[in-house]
Nanobody, 120 residues
Framework: QVQLVESGGGLVQAGGSLRLSCAAS????????MGWARQAPGNERELVAA???????MYADSVKGRFTISRDNAKNTVYLQMNSLKAEDTTVYYC??????????????WGHGTQVTVSS
């Protein structure tokens, strides 16, 4: 089993910054992609950002220019630097990791989420 633990969420004023972290542990051979998604109750899940093991990156249009994703492959950790936060960014952020647990097995795991609240 691959476990993901998020941290770094909290309450911040509009225009402020937060840095989310997500560490993966468990039976891992390699992690191909790590990313962040957010979903408010009753809303569809939105992929916020993702990064591959070789550094390919994608961002949702809603966060482009404000958020920066990065990873430390040696630590199996992904980060999301969130700047210029807006009230619309308020929701729970979930970490995702996809990769190989072995030569014939793969995994697609999600964390339990960390709350981000932006006040205006």
């Amino acid at each position: 089993q691959v476990q993901l633990v998020e941290s770094g969420g909290g309450l911040v004023q509009a225009g402020g910054s937060l840095r989310l972290s997500c560490a993966a542990s468990g039976t891992i051979f390699s992690i191909n992609t790590m990313g962040w998604a957010r979903q408010a109750p009753g809303n569809e899940r939105e992929l916020v950002a993702a990064i591959t093991s070789v550094g390919n990156i994608m961002y949702a249009d809603s966060v482009k220019g404000r958020f920066t994703i990065s990873r430390d492959n040696a630590k199996n950790t992904v980060y999301l630097q969130m700047n210029s936060l807006k009230a619309e960014d308020t929701t729970v952020y979930y970490c995702n990791a996809r990769g190989r647990a072995g030569v014939t097995s793969t995994f697609d795991s999600w964390g339990h989420g960390t709350q981000v609240t932006v006040s205006s």
